[in-house]
């Protein structure tokens, strides 16, 4: 396919939760998307109701593993320039969660294999597709700012994520990275997180989705936001 002028994205862990939000409100914003997920048949079904003349290339697969992300690589390639780069592919490692002092060594490397690994390697795979000032969204959380019993692992991955987000901005000012924190939400991550609990009193992903558009519309410069202030911020204004 030539290159043409449609901005391109790629946005991982698209078959569910905030990852399916973000694609289908950037794919009405008339982004051409490359989106990834573990499960593929549930990545084309939950993409499928979108309007045919919609550009969405899916790609199935683990981000964290390696000739996953040159599939990726090979897809932004095809379609052109890469403008802005959502990784949002995340892993609890075990549902319930354990004590950081009981988590398994392997469950405790495949999350930061997930979480911190995957994002830095996947942009150092599409680093010769991204548009002049493209801008990466790393997706974060509170636990990585705040010590919740149960949370040790994800929310360690999480803090590292920023940290490396952080060193990225200042390596490479020429782009925008963004570390957004989309708050509670009523996914089936958080439905991990809390097996057998009443979780409906979370609010659905698109309820973060206009925060995340005002930064990808916005001109915020690198750094770390939380999704709903944005968006209460823009509904206010």
Known sequence: MAHQSKPVAVVTGASQGLGLALA?????EGWWLIVDARDGRRLQAALARLPEDRIVVTVPGDVA???HREAIARAATALGPVSLVINNASTLGASPLPRLDRIDPATFARIFAVNVIAPVALVQALVDDLAPGATIINVTSDAGVE???GWGGY???KAALEHASHVLAAERPDLRVLIVDPGDMRTQMHQDAFPGEDITDRPEPSAAVPGFLELIDGQQPSGRYQAGSLANASTSG
């Open 155 to 157: 929310g360690a991955s």
């Open 147 to 149: 010590a919740y019993e």
């Open 24 to 28: 289908k409100a950037l794919s009405d």
């Open 65 to 67: 593993d390696a000739a």
